[in-house]
């Protein structure tokens, strides 16, 4: 391993698009959860199945397996102290990877000991108390998932529009995510397009498994960004017409390097489809998705895109600063510009 290299991409100040809080959290996070509980008298029952939470390199499990392990981290989260822990301890470890602006998403749910309401409330406190002692920029993507029932979903995308107008610096986007087997992006359609008008942001889990009857819709949807995007091109299960489509859209993709190779969504990182995006200079971000689940890192990703796809210490830092043309906090653009565009005057001479 090249030691430079690895001290470049976790110096380059990156940007976080696509992160799950419940996914992202660490062994180390989960056990100051676990002690939390322990203290509390609540039983968390994780103990028999934190092993499991694991879906490292060559593991047998695949992409619809995967979705059960997030009970894990749910079983985790379930009380607003330790929500607020998770997040806290999460935007921190992002920081520490060189991670200087990370728009985090969570689905609202009620628990036991919380409503969907303060499920949010504790996610945007803790961002909002986090500003005081980090120097990372957090920010709140609502997620909706697929299996959530409409009703359900009207609910959380009612929550994410009131707090938007409360917190318009924090919450600033919904998402459709979960497992990709599950429910239609059809019936959530009125959904995103009430908080669409409302002035939140779009972005959509599109084409994670082959669906180009659903993709062709998501992108006539015109989302402001588009996670994973595995099954688009037709070499992957997509179709002439559905590439063609996205490559005239110009739709932002959040590219999940690692987690699409362990859940076997994409063979290995040779044959990942970023490459075909990269070449039909359709704009990627390279985000982590589940850094817990999947044991990377923001600066693992770019790593390894360096490596598997030979880019030069420019063209891996041009995806970075790229990324900032996407953020949801356009008044953040220029700040982050000019920290990223110092740092490759600096470091890529
Ligand atoms: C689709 C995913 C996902 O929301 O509880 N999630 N949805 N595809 C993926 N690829 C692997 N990874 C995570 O975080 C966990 C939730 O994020 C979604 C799933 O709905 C999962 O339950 P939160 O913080």
Redesign the pocket.
Known sequence: MDLDLDRFCRELPKIELHA????SLSRSTMLQLQRYYADAGISDETNAFFDEFQIGAGDTRN?SD??QV?NIA?ALTSTPETLKLATTLTLQEFQEDGCCYIEL???PRDTSHMTKRQYIDTIVQAMQKSSQSLSIISLLIV?I?RSNSISEAEEIADLAIEYHKKFPNVVVGLEL????GCGKFENFVKIFSKTRTAGLKVTL?CG?ISNPEEILQMIQFKPDRIGHGTCIHPKFGGTDDVWEALCKSGIPVEVCLT?NVN?KSAPDYSSHHFKYLYDANIPVILCT??KGVFATSLSQEYRICLDTFLLDKVKIASLALNAIKYIFAEDKRKLLSDKVQNFIDKNCV
């Open positions: 799950h809080l419940n996914g992409l995967c979705f997030f749910h998403r969570s689905t997620s998932n995510s979960g497992n990709p889990h994670e987690s859940t998705d589940d």
